[in-house]
């Protein structure tokens, strides 16, 4: 039987992430591969389809006629939960048109993303030095990314240290991002998601002062269900 574009994703997630030691850039080239082929159907969503607004405890109910998420049905920011293990996460951000996902870091992280349908600004930094000894963490940042990606746009890779790993979009028009992220975050294990404020400074093009901030009070993201193929998980395989 063949399988599905998310279950080769995730084998090969599970398969590049879990081994002992550092992937490989070669192995996560390998994934970022995969991700590249998977379009919005894959995971659930008809781009086109116009269906009520998904809420934090949506059901199949808010799926249109054919059992796929509305990609133009989200009035606020929305996260599809896919899949998340202590190895790597997967899950997808439904984005409404106008909506901000400020500013966030992704503490020891490689993330790579692909932008499934849409148009979004997105801009995003690396640090060169920061200052974590305070209360709040404050340094000097170089903007590494500073432009609109519009979809089909080859999925993008952000290191722990490197391809902007602080980053924040904002969605020109409704649009959707398949994030695969290894390890997930972890409040436990000292991987929380830290928002920032950015401050130019105008004589260095380029650059910016970050500011940690708390969480945006605006900032709301509601849950949808995934409608995608299921996932055979390696917990499946030995049956636990």
Known sequence: MERSKIQVLYDASHAVFSQEGLPTFQQIHYVKNLLDKIEAMDVGIDEFGLCDSPTSDATVDSSNSKGLLGG???SEITYIHIHECDYFSMGVFCIPA?????LHDHPGMT????????????????????DCAGSQTIGLAGRVVDEVFKAPHEP??????SGG??????????CAILDVLSPPYSEEFGRPSTYFSDIPIPSLNGYAILEEKPMPSDLVVQGAPYLGPSIVTVDDYVGV
């Open 72 to 74: 133009q049905g989200f």
């Open 98 to 102: 106008g909506k901000v996902f400020p």
């Open 111 to 130: 993330v790579l993303s692909k932008l499934l349908y849409g148009s979004a600004y997105v801009k995003a930094y690396d640090w060169i030095a920061l």
């Open 156 to 161: 993008s890779i952000l290191f722990p240290r």
């Open 165 to 174: 790993n602080i980053h924040s979009f904002t969605a020109l028009t409704p």
